[in-house]
């Protein structure tokens, strides 16, 4: 009988540990550690504010004790920022020489802590006192590299490194005057993608266009006033293009057409699509000029249908000239922005200009009606997109 009750003893005694150990395997964490790290936050925020360093240290402290592989207590830009405020420095270099895409990611998936306004006091009252900051670390007790990197981190941190490409730059520039420091790995993390150009690009074209008849047509139809649309291809210099014009004028005086008369005040459409090709005589960063020559067919023809008070002659579908003719044109752009310093996804050399094209078209109208012997000149103003390719 003492035996058995012995066994039992010496059975509980080993069981004991067993579950305890298992209680701590499912639940992970001590319990309230969710609202154990809100009330520490909470805490650190205010002494952050009181501008007290020392209380800021303890509950700092407390929050790096509470994080696990589960829970994260302190965001590491949030800490990073403590550690400036500290002039904490060595603590910096030490986490940012192990900080990686990994790491980044290992923090990512840890359950974050509570929604509070930590990060933007931080954030602000730092951004404020940045001037002082920058003093500082000038002034510290530092190795250049390290003086150089702070410089680098602290912007960064306070989302002062807003021109992608200057940003990408600089971290290059660094990397290329201290190729072994321990801090590139983690610079590299905070680059961003640059889209590079190709060696073409595309154009489009939203103009207004104002033509002006010469000789017997400018005594038959009004000014025109029309859109002008155009696509291009860009390559080297060279400019291979669409073009669509379509507008509205109006006759000047009668017209005879196929021995039916299309009267005086009457609408006209007008149609151009043309073909061209050019080349850049001039390409600067401000402006781009280029000459184009080309080709395309002239539409003349009175509308289709009227109204259903008024409903248009059934000669009226005879009131439809068409023609080849020849064109040149002078395109001037001024670059009003360049399109890649917002956007680092849009290649470099992108841009956004206004468009000025005065062109000459050579019509043949007059081969198919004397009254309409005559050329046309013409001004188009609007926007151009010039879109560069992303290189392979």
């Not at 990397?175 to 993390?189: D, E, V, W």
Request: aromatic letters at 16%; glycine letters at 6%; one cysteine or more.
């Amino acid at each position: 009988m003492i035996r058995i009750y012995l066994s039992l003893f010496v059975y509980l005694l080993f069981l004991m540990p067993l579950c305890a150990q298992t209680d701590t395997a499912v639940s992970g964490a001590k319990p309230g550690r969710y609202d154990q790290i809100a009330k520490a936050r909470q805490a650190l925020q205010a002494a952050f504010l009181d501008n007290d360093q020392a209380t800021a240290q303890i509950w700092k402290d407390s929050l790096m004790r509470l994080e696990n592989d589960q829970y994260t207590a302190l965001i590491w830009d949030e800490r990073w920022l403590l550690y400036f405020w500290e002039e904490s420095y060595g603590n910096l270099f030490e986490e940012v020489a192990r900080f990686d895409d990994h790491e980044r990611s290992l923090a990512a998936y840890k359950i974050q802590p509570p929604p509070d306004s930590l990060y933007e006091w931080l954030d602000r009252n730092l951004y404020e006192k940045r001037y002082d900051m920058f003093r500082k670390l000038r002034e510290g007790f530092l190795s250049e590299e390290e003086r150089v990197f702070s410089t680098l981190m602290l912007e960064y941190l306070l989302r002062m490194n807003v021109n992608a490409r200057d940003w990408n730059t600089r971290v290059d520039s660094f990397a290329k005057r201290y190729p072994n420091s321990r801090f590139n790995r983690f610079l590299k993390t905070t680059q961003t993608f640059i889209a590079k150009p190709g060696k073409s690009a595309l154009n489009l074209d939203l103009l207004f266009q104002n033509g002006n008849w010469r000789d017997e047509t400018d005594r038959s139809l009004k000014p025109l006033y029309a859109g002008d649309f155009g696509l291009a291809y860009w390559q080297n210099r060279w400019n291979f293009g669409f073009h669509f014009t379509i507008g509205r004028t109006y006759l000047d005086r009668d017209l005879y057409v196929n021995t039916y008369l299309w009267p005086k005040k009457d609408k006209a459409t007008f149609m151009a699509p043309e073909l061209e090709f050019g080349y850049d005589i001039i390409n600067s960063k401000k402006l781009r000029i280029f000459p184009s020559l080309g080709a395309g067919v002239s539409i003349l023809r009175a509308p289709q249908a009227g109204d259903e008070n008024n409903p248009l002659p059934d000669y009226y579908i005879n009131f439809k000239l068409k023609r080849g003719f020849l064109m040149g044109t002078l395109t001037t752009d001024v670059k009003l922005k360049h399109l890649s310093e917002d956007d680092p996804d849009i290649p470099q050399g992108s841009y956004q200009s206004i468009r000025l094209r005065l062109g000459y078209r050579r019509l043949f109208l007059g081969e198919l009606n004397h009254a309409l012997r005559g050329d046309m000149v013409f001004l188009a103003v609007g926007i151009n997109f010039h879109l560069f390719t992303q290189e392979n």
